[in-house]
């Protein structure tokens, strides 16, 4: 009992602080080809590369929530699009294990969403932060968006 109303108090504060837009949550996820999301940790809600959503849609779109209220967009082209679910599936996409539990125990993650063709059902995974596929598509994600890292 004591833990549920932890993690639920911890789930409150992640959305009053601005890391997880619930209303945009379902709809990003149901639009998009690609959802990365890097959550967990200690960081302040202002920290540019502490917790951010990025989203990239069929049409190659891109949008990036960090902090409290920022917001870049963006547009990738289909070669590119094509690049980034290419290095998603080579960086062992696939073949890693989600656990859903991390986070709550303060540690740093990556959720990502793939729906690499249209009519596909998209796979959503939760891996550890240190993952190699976590660490390389954090540093496209700064690098398309010019991300801040602190």
Do not use: C
């Not at 992640?14 to 709809?27: C, I, R, T």
């Not at 690609?34 to 990025?54: C, L, N, Q, T």
């Not at 190699?132 to 991300?147: A, G, I």
């Amino acid at each position: 009992m004591q833990r549920s109303r932890f993690l639920l108090m911890m789930a409150a504060f992640g959305l009053a602080a601005g890391v997880l837009p619930a209303a945009d949550e379902k709809k990003d996820t149901t639009a998009s080809v690609i959802v990365i999301e890097k959550g967990g940790g200690f960081a302040p809600a202002d920290a540019p590369s502490g917790h951010y959503r990025f989203t990239v849609a069929k049409d190659g779109g891109w949008e990036l929530r960090h902090g409290k209220d920022k917001v870049k967009k963006g547009k990738l082209g289909a070669d590119d699009l094509k690049g980034w679910i290419k290095d998603i599936e080579d960086g062992g996409f696939k073949k890693l294990k989600s656990n859903p539990a991390l986070g709550a125990a303060d540690e740093q993650y990556m959720e990502i969403t793939v729906r690499p063709k249209a009519g596909d059902k998209a796979e959503k995974k939760r891996i550890r932060w240190e993952e190699k596929l976590s660490q390389t598509l954090h540093k496209k994600v700064v690098k398309l968006t010019k991300l801040e890292e602190k």
